[in-house]
């Protein structure tokens, strides 16, 4: 399988996904008008790896800024994850904030609630 | 020539950083974006308000780009347009929007904002994550999630208005305002 790379852009986050290492990487913005075509090839691979997924999957999500448009696709991902959790491979979930940010902490904790997945609460020293 | 001064003072008085009328595109808003973090740089803001600023923001403006579209085809040429404007007073600011919706729609939309604003802060974060968690996605955006995400990242009440125009359509008015004490 081929690994997933997307380049980040003022409104889209970059996203890496090594499906050799398990890891999924998520950072920058995302705040685009339309998110569901935005996330959609991501959901996607994410249903390929889950057929041959690693035994630990590692998920790195660093937003600066996201949008309620992209909140709804990134439960999404987090759903796909949790799946794929629940098949077997260890998935941790590293939900990084800017330390004075306490919004996107809590947009963290909020997924944490709703998610079945580990969640680790990462801060990031600006 | 005149009136162009009127404007002008109008906006000064009210202390207007940026305003806009007309079709609401998706490069408008990246635009709008930009020149709205560089004006907070310039200003140095403090991160934790530029972000709470920028956020609001990214919402406001993307319910007027989602929502401008919602008149009907035949009226659109001179319809497909809205307002915004921002402005700035020492570390309060406030972000005006308005935009034509169909009078059929007010009631849902009146409930939903009456709704956000008769919860207090711990009420909004259970309501967020059942509208999130409910599975239910517009193609046009968070499916009701931006006002109450306004509500918690201002921690104010949403100010709004309905102005009828004829039996068809009103104009929308968003007044929300974004200060440091939230």
Known sequence: MDNYKIEGSPKTPSITFDLQGGVLEIKGRSIPENSI???K???????????????????????????????????????????IHKGGSAVTINWHYEEDDEDMLEAGEDYQAIINVPFKMVMVNE | MKEVFEIYEKMERNNILLSFKGEVTSDLLTSILQIMENKMDDFQEEPK???????????????????????????????????????????????????????ENISGLKNRLDKVNSMNKEELKVYYK?????????????????M???????????????????????????????????
């Open chain 1, 37 to 39: 075509e935005f996330y």
């Open chain 1, 41 to 83: 090839p991501l959901v996607d691979a994410l249903d390929k790896y889950s057929t041959a997924s690693k035994p630990a999957t590692t998920v790195n999500v660093q937003l600066e800024y996201f949008n309620t448009s992209s909140s709804k696709c990134i439960l999404d991902v987090f759903k796909k994850l949790e799946s």
């Open chain 2, 49 to 103: 308000m530029k972000k709470k600023v920028y956020n609001v923001l990214v919402e406001c403006l993307q319910n007027l780009y989602h929502h401008m579209d919602e008149v009907p085809e035949a009226r659109r040429d001179k319809l497909k347009s809205a307002i915004f404007m921002i402005g700035k007073l020492e570390s309060l600011y406030t972000i005006f929007t308005g935009n034509y919706i169909l009078n």
């Open chain 2, 130 to 146: 059942e509208v999130l968690n409910n599975g239910e996605m517009s193609l046009k955006g968070g499916g009701g999630l931006g």
């Open chain 2, 148 to 182: 109450i995400d306004i509500a918690r990242k201002t921690g104010e009440k949403i100010d709004y208005n309905f102005l009828e125009i004829n039996d068809k359509i009103s104009f929308f008015t968003l007044n929300i305002k974004v200060s440091q004490q939230n």
